[in-house]
């Protein structure tokens, strides 16, 4: 359907709401969390210095314990043009207990909530309106394995487009394995949001970006329905746990994709212009 307008005045007030839509860029960027300014850390969640150099350790090698750490202000996201960029590298360290786990959660939230539960929750499970991408590396009842990831939305723990990174489905002992999340190595995710599609790409001990792992229609502002997002990540542990570190981080709020087979370039200096 097509409107038409007689009077050109009436063009104006969309024009002028156009012009002070704000156009951003790139909003954060953390070669380290020396710094973390502009976050705000939840739960278990705190710093560390590990041979990584200062890392967000979202958890450590505990029982039922669950951390989070999100943009302390919100970036917008009101309309269906919204986009966004994302990559982080993580490692997992010294699984235990009944088996490694949980794992981590990468999130976008519109609500006050920002920690949810432990153990399978990762964090996430009943932090409400919000979409995220599950590294997971337990597997739970319904799960396809225990190292897998999916997306999830609105705080539940429904997961819908389950991968299986580098087809390695069984990671009960993972150190050293290659494809298993939990494996101690170095790993590089890619999550791009196109306005119609999410994007999710893992590499194990490189920066290089393979292909992608999922590609899932999705239409994230009717699932943030306050306009605005709050960015970041949680994790869980329970009778299996591990520590969780986030080891670097950049977040554009546009569609700035690193191509296939091109090395990422990782943040050198801290931005955090969220506003």
Known sequence: MSVSYKNPWLRLPLALSLLCIPAFAQTLSFPNFSSTSGLTLKGSATTTT???????????TKCCSAGSAFTTAAVPFVIPADTFSTFFQFRITNPGGIDPADGIVFALRDSPQSLGGTGGSQGYVGIGNSVAVKLDTYQNEGEINNNHVSILTN????????????????CHQPVNVTGCMANGHLWSVWIDFDGASIHVALADNSTTRPADLIDAPLSIPLLLTAGNAWVGFTAGTGGGYENHDIVDWQYYNTFNPTPVGNPQVLPTSLISQVR
């Open 50 to 60: 590990t041979s990584d150099g200062v890392v967000i350790r979202l958890t450590t």
């Open 155 to 170: 705080g539940q723990v429904t997961e819908a487009d389950a991968q299986t990174p580098y087809g390695v489905s069984n």
